[in-house]
């Protein structure tokens, strides 16, 4: 592993989840020093004592204003600076996950803390951020977006308007700051799975994974790798943009799995 971020500090939040944890991992391995933010500080905890000296967990509350600017505040009073914003959180409880349907059928306030919590709150922390990287000459916000925002879903309109949100606010921040050396970058991952996930949603994943052009599942890491070159000075001519790390599932026309299982004589050939 190389020493891209060597002295850069970066806050990754939701980083007691799976693509976070592995963001924090990376980032912290490439020399940085990390705060893992998460709404359950245990998970924060057990990511960060896994990472050991050079990670500090702190709890924070993505829906709530106070709890961001907080998360700012401590960071710089433990690490002095901030380079790296990787927003990355979102909603997790089941409760509302599951509420969050189609456009007649989703509650308000379902609505509304699902863009509270999924963009909000990376308009919140890129606020209070980016006035401690101008003082530092610059720094790097990594938005995590969807395929979700790009196309729509069978279900969860909430969620994917959000993460189209997360993908303009993006090029916002990078048209506002960019000269000022801040460059603000989203990634849309596709289906990401560790091993207890693509067991559990093995249909799902099957069926994903008709459409994929590669040959396995996205993983963490893979988040974490493209995380980790657009916080490096690697990337400082990237700026704006929203990277797909899905394994090429958006870039085919939707029937291609099944034209791929035609048969010549289909073709009339
Ligand atoms: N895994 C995928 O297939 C996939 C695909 C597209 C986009 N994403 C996005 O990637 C990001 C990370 O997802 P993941 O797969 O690692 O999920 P995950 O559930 O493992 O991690 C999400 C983390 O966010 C935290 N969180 C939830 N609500 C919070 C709040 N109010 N305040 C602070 N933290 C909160 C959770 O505790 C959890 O640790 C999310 O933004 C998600 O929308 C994931």
């Known amino acids: 592993m190389n020493n891209r971020l060597e002295g850069l500090v970066a806050i990754i939040t939701g980083g007691g989840g799976r693509i ?4 924090a991992q990376r980032m912290a391995a490439e020399g940085a020093r990390v705060v893992v933010a998460d709404l359950f500080k245990e998970a924060a905890v057990k990511v960060a004592t896994a990472i050991g000296d050079n990670a500090l967990p702190l709890h924070f509350d993505a829906s709530s204003p106070e709890s961001i600017e907080a998360l700012i505040a401590d960071t710089v009073d433990a690490f002095g600076r901030i380079d790296i914003l990787h927003n990355n959180a979102a909603l997790t409880d089941l409760d509302q996950l599951n509420l969050d349907t189609t456009v007649i059928d989703t509650p308000i306030d379902i609505w509304d803390n699902t863009l509270a919590t999924n963009v909000r709150s990376f308009y919140l922390a890129a606020k209070h951020a980016i006035p401690h990287m101008l003082s530092q000459g610059g720094g790097s916000i990594i938005n995590t977006a969807s395929g979700a925002g790009i196309m729509a879903e069978n279900s969860r309109i909430a969620y994917g308007v959000s993460k189209g949100a997360v993908i303009t606010l993006t090029k916002y921040i990078a048209t506002h700051h960019g000269r000022q050396g801040v460059r603000c970058n989203a990634i849309a991952p596709g289906l990401i799975v560790n091993e207890e996930l693509e067991q559990k949603i093995s249909d799902f994943v099957k069926i994903t994974k008709r459409h994929l052009l590669a040959k396995r599942s996205g993983r963490p890491e893979d988040i974490a790798a493209l995380a980790a070159f ?3 000075s690697d990337a400082e001519f990237i700026n704006g943009q929203t990277i797909c790390c899905d394994g090429g599932l958006l870039v085919h026309t939707p029937a291609m ?3 791929l299982d035609m ?3 289909s073709w009339g050939r």
């Open 257 to 259: 799995a099944d034209v």
């Open 230 to 232: 657009l916080a490096s």
């Open 20 to 23: 976070g944890a592995a963001t």
């Open 263 to 265: 048969s010549d004589e």
